[in-house]
């Protein structure tokens, strides 16, 4: 794979996950590295001309009216790292620290941190030959940015912590060598860039994104396959309807639905079998489209604090000066984060609807929980049960995590936002959306069962083909868990995306 070039402030979303899952090497170019040392040179006056500079030449947060001496600013920046590195809880998955990493040196190489090149390809270096970081996941406030998680993630670069490497957790000292990269130590100001940003919030929240946008168009998709299964009335998708009230995502979304549904018999006008439908299936652009424009919104925030400078002070080399500010401050990620994740609990409530409305013999013409010997077998009565659970536990997941603070050292941060904990439960809610679709996907192709296959459109024809080569029609009560998991691994990896725009054309 190419090398990504960092440090130019135009990193994407897209280059984002190439190295964060793929492992695309990463590169920090010849301009990043001319600005770095220009910032360099400036705290590197601060320190000769013993300015007072916060965390330059000074303590951190309360003790920021404790003067440092220049002899002492070595210990200052390791004990920053050594002091603030008491995370709790299970590891960060591993690709969610190599997007922090990445995302922190691409912050440091604007060149308004004062960091040196040497810490950063060192970075780099553990980044490219796989040294990851182990970083509990919990113990960040979003105030003066990720200070536990990045604190962790800058514990490796000095030898210290643990690491995992070629798949085995280790000493951090153990994985560096067997790596052959040689540790550092942190001079003037470093162990403040290092730990000072919201790069763990954001390393969370730019997957997240990602996947988000992913299941957004798959919830498209697979609500279609739904509609044949239901017979559902396609005039409700109607161009005119959608216009009328002018929603860009409502839509979209409609569009998406005509285009999926193109040359289906298995659809039906209304007054044919019904006046009109359900919400669940009537009113999809109506909801879709909002958690479309809400995910949208996301990407946007996102898209530039993946660019963002978010440590203190900032260097500005042009005037020789240091300034303190707040750019550290995660309420912008954790605002979107939690909106993030609202928008992706509605699209699994939807869907459980819908669901619902298969497996229910009052709401629809199909066998009871889609079993054709009821009573002997259960069918798909509690998968429905699986989603419901699912969509409950999002309801308590999605309460916002930015309207709550607590005040930290000794209230100089007195208001905090709480990103990493709206980082991780978009996560999380994301994870369950997904399998909420993956039960939406199984029930609509078992429906299918019962209708006519023949009548389907070419696009959810092609999807129902994707689940059949997997998971094989249910004629009597087997166990459903694994069956679940296999349809959620078509959502993840792309597959019900992807055969439906081959036979439909691109997806919005």
Do not use: W
Not at 365 to 376: H, K, R, S, V, Y
Not at 405 to 432: C, W, Y
Request: with cysteine; glycine share 8%; hydrophobic share 45%.
């Amino acid at each position: 794979m190419e090398k990504i070039q960092i440090g130019e402030g135009k990193l994407t979303l897209e280059q984002l996950v190439a190295v964060a899952r793929n492992g695309c090497p990463v590169e920090i170019s010849q301009t990043a590295i001319e600005k770095i040392a220009k910032s360099r040179e400036t705290v590197e006056r601060c320190v000769s001309e013993n300015r007072v500079v916060y965390g330059i030449t000074t303590g951190f947060g309360k003790f920021s009216d404790v003067h440092i001496s220049e002899e002492d600013t070595l210990a200052l920046q390791e004990n920053l790292v050594m002091s603030h590195s008491c995370g709790v809880g299970d590891p960060m998955p591993e690709e969610v620290v190599r997007a922090m990493m990445l995302l922190r040196v691409n912050a440091l190489s604007v060149g308004n941190s004062g960091v040196r090149l040497v810490t950063l390809n060192t970075l780099v270096e553990m980044l490219n030959k796989g040294v990851i970081p182990v970083v509990p996941k919990k113990g960040s406030l979003g105030a003066s940015g990720d200070l536990v998680p990045l604190a962790h993630m800058s514990l490796t670069l000095l030898g210290m912590g643990e690491a995992f490497y070629q798949g085995q957790r280790m000493s951090s000292a153990e994985a560096m060598k067997k790596a052959g990269i040689e540790p550092i130590r942190l001079t003037a100001k470093e162990g403040l860039a290092l730990t000072n940003g919201t790069q763990a919030m954001c390393a969370f929240g730019s997957l997240a994104v990602e996947d988000a946008r992913r299941l957004m168009k798959t919830a498209d998709v697979i609500a279609a396959l739904t509609m044949e299964g239901l017979t559902g009335i396609i005039d409700a998708m109607d161009e005119r309807v959608h216009a009328v009230r002018q929603q860009p995502g409502q839509m979209v979304c409609a569009a998406n639905l005509r285009q999926l549904l193109a040359g289906s018999k298995c659809v039906t006008r209304q007054g044919e079998k019904r006046v009109q439908d359900a919400y669940a299936l009537r009113c999809i652009p109506q909801v879709h489209g909002p958690c479309r424009d809400s995910i949208e919104y996301v990407t946007g925030i996102i898209t530039r604090e993946i660019n963002a400078v978010t440590d203190n002070p900032l260097i500005f080399p042009e005037t020789d000066e240091a300034i303190s500010g707040g750019n550290f401050h995660g309420e912008y990620m954790s605002m979107a984060l939690d909106f993030l994740g609202i928008a992706a609990a509605e699209l699994a409530d939807i869907s459980e609807r819908r669901i619902e409305r298969m497996v229910n013999p009052k709401l629809n013409d199909l066998p009871a929980f889609l079993t054709p010997d009821g009573g002997l077998n259960s069918g798909f009565m509690i998968p429905q049960y699986t989603a419901a659970a699912l969509v409950s536990e999002n309801k308590v997941l999605a309460h916002p995590a930015c309207v709550d603070s607590i005040p930290s050292s000794a209230n100089q941060e007195d208001h905090v936002s709480m990103g990493m904990t709206a980082a991780r439960k978009a996560r999380e809610i994301l994870f369950n959306v997904q399998n909420v679709l993956a039960i939406e996907l199984l029930c609509a192709a078992q429906a299918m069962e019962f209708g006519n296959k023949e009548g389907m459109a070419p696009a959810t024809r092609a999807v129902y083909d994707a689940v059949r080569k997997v998971v094989e029609p249910v004629t009597k009560d087997r166990i459903l868990y694994t069956e679940i998991a296999k349809c959620a691994k078509l959502i993840e990896d792309g597959t019900v995306l992807k055969v439906a725009q081959q036979a439909a054309g691109e997806i919005q």
